[in-house]
């Protein structure tokens, strides 16, 4: 039986506007094919960016967990 760990994470944004801008910019990055041991999954709703996580096992959470957290970050900063 293999079994996933679950995260979620939410970030605000100014406005519903930006989230949007953010979640796009971000898209290619976190939701492609490319994920073998974890999988994001984005939602907004009104200026709340918020992603889901999950994985096979906490080395592949946390790499996802940081590497979204530093892209939100970044996107942020430059909008």
Do not use: W, Y
Request: aromatic fraction near 6%; charged fraction near 25%.
């Amino acid at each position: 039986m293999n079994e996933k760990i679950l995260l979620q994470m939410r970030f605000s944004f100014e406005n519903e506007k930006k989230a949007r801008v953010a979640s796009s910019a971000l898209e290619p990055g976190f939701f492609g094919k490319h994920e073998k041991r974890a999988r994001t999954l984005a939602n907004i709703k009104k200026n709340i960016l918020a992603f889901s996580v999950s994985a096979e096992d906490l080395g592949a959470l946390k790499a996802s967990m940081l590497s979204c957290a530093k892209s939100v970050a970044l996107t942020k900063a430059i909008i």
